[in-house]
Antibody
Framework: QVQLQESGPGLVKPSQTLSLTCSVS??????????WSWIRQPAGKGLEWIGR???????HYNPSLKSRVTISIDTSKNQFFLQVYSVTAADTAVYYC???????????????WGQGTLVTVSS | DIQMTQSPSSLSASVGDRVTITCRAS??????LNWYQQKPGKAPKVLIY???SLQSGVPSRFSGSGSGTEFTLTISSLQPEDFATYYC?????????FGGGTKVEIK
């Protein structure tokens, strides 16, 4: 059973870079046809998709964040990563990583999700 | 971006009630419409994918339907463990987007 786990600093100063890692266990990140996403949720608010990476290296970003975000993948470590640059208080949120099928005959949906990690932007 | 609008934003219901939540897309989407349940402090969990397919392990009282721009999630008989927030999400067109959520509370 595949499990995802986010890790990274819980506190980031304004204007600095937020860096998170999603570690995948239970299966190879390269097996099957999947994409791997980052999603965030400010306290008491809804969900915002940040972007996704395919094991092929193809990446899609949400245009609302594209200029400040980099997503990458390291298949040898079974991990993928998120960097958000020049953060402000508006980037304070719980950040989730999640997997979705991407094959031709598969219906995409986020499953499973990591447990989420709270990142607070504050000086 | 495709805007996903859920209604109602919250509702109060009793155990045993039939509950319907609606999700409207700002433009026609394929059947790549998913529903998630989220409980406080937990990650969302997929209930329905591809508009009407029940995720493995999810009770059959949950069902989904719809097409085009209007989709619904129905809980046929609300159980105590179903009190949560529900989100729709489209996986058809980038950027992937979620509805604002529907909080189901105990009456």
């Amino acid at each position: 059973q595949v499990q995802l786990q986010e890790s990274g600093p819980g506190l980031v100063k304004p204007s600095q870079t937020l860096s998170l890692t999603c570690s995948v266990s239970g299966d190879s990140i390269s097996s099957g046809s999947y994409y791997w996403s980052w999603i965030r949720q400010p306290a008491g608010k809804g969900l915002e998709w940040i972007g996704r990476v395919y094991t092929s290296g193809r990446i899609h970003y949400n245009p609302s964040l594209k200029s400040r975000v980099t997503i990458s993948i390291d298949t040898s470590k079974n991990q993928f990563f998120l960097q958000v640059y020049s953060v402000t208080a508006a980037d304070t949120a719980v950040y989730y990583c999640a997997r979705s099928p991407s094959g031709d005959y598969q219906l995409p949906r986020f499953d499973p999700w990591g447990q989420g990690t709270l990142v607070t932007v504050s000086s | 971006d495709i805007q996903m609008t859920q209604s109602p934003s919250s509702l109060s219901a009793s155990v045993g009630d039939r509950v319907t939540i609606t999700c409207r897309a700002s433009q026609t989407i394929s059947n790549y419409l998913n529903w998630y349940q989220q409980k406080p402090g937990k990650a969302p969990k997929v209930l329905i994918y591809g508009t009407s397919s029940l995720q493995s392990g999810v009770p059959s009282r949950f069902s989904g339907s719809g097409s085009g721009t209007e989709f619904t999630l129905t809980i046929s008989s609300l159980q105590p463990e179903d009190f949560a927030t529900y989100y729709c999400q489209q996986s058809d067109i980038n950027p992937l987007t979620f509805g604002g959520g529907t909080k189901v509370e105990i009456k």
